[in-house]
């Protein structure tokens, strides 16, 4: 017991000092190529600790390598501007004045509802609302708002339509109908709910559509009853 105890704290002690000379304190900061080495590290501390039979040494040696190996690719990331984008990755922007960028969306394995939520987390409810937004390379999500955004967002806007679907759910939460919306859309000259790539309303009656390949536009309407929310 006492062996594997110090076995664990000399591993420990050599894992602090090779993060702290790789320079990143938090893993949201990583790329992703230091995300996949803070993750080798890892697993191969591991082995030694957790193991008697195998020596310490291995251990080291196998952590040392791999810190050796982040300071090459770190190098080749700085010097050669080609390599970077392979490497390191590069910003996608997923919104731009036109509106979604659904292509980069796909890229990047992600659809309307996550981008949504990064808009949400980052402070911004309404599409509309931004002029540009991306992800960056190790995927944290940046976005430029318009000047005006706030007077913008006064309301919750939820997903109607995503990707050529009615959302069900939300309809039935907010007592509207797929009808009611098919003839806003017919109005707009979209005879296909398919070709939508997204339909949002707020509680004021403002809706942000966006045609797949089309820029996006905005509308107010009334809904029945008056209803607000």
């Not at 082995?47 to 952590?63: C, E, K, T």
């Not at 080609?82 to 004045?97: A, D, R, Y």
Request: hydrophobic letters at 45%; aromatic letters at 8%; one cysteine or more.
């Amino acid at each position: 017991m006492l062996l594997v105890t110090i076995r664990t704290a000399i591993i420990f002690i050599v894992l602090l000092i090779i993060m702290r000379l790789m320079g990143k304190r938090q893993i949201g900061e990583m790329q992703p190529f230091e995300l996949v080495i803070t993750l080798l590290i890892s697993e191969l501390a591991c082995i030694p600790m957790a193991d008697a039979s195998i020596p310490l040494l291995y251990g080291i040696v196998a952590v040392v390598t791999i810190f050796v190996l982040h300071e090459i690719m770190t190098l080749l990331d700085l010097k050669l501007k080609p390599l970077k984008s392979f490497i390191s990755g590069k910003p996608s922007v997923v919104i731009n004045k036109n509106g979604i960028d659904d292509y980069q969306l796909k890229r990047n394995n992600l659809d309307i509802s996550d981008l949504i939520e990064s808009l949400r987390t980052a402070g911004y409810f309404s599409l509309d609302s931004i002029d540009y937004a991306l992800y960056e390379a190790n995927g944290t999500f940046s976005a430029l708002p318009k000047q005006d955004y706030e007077q913008m967002q006064t309301s919750l806007p939820i997903v109607i339509i995503d990707n050529g679907s009615y959302d069900e759910k939300n309809l039935e939460v907010l007592g509207l109908s797929c009808e009611f919306f098919d003839g806003i859309l017919e109005e707009q000259g979209v005879k296909n709910v398919k070709k939508v790539l997204v339909l949002t309303a707020d509680g004021t009656g403002k809706l942000y559509l966006q045609v797949k390949n089309e820029k996006f536009r905005t509308l107010k309407v009334e809904y029945p009853g008056g209803k607000v929310w």
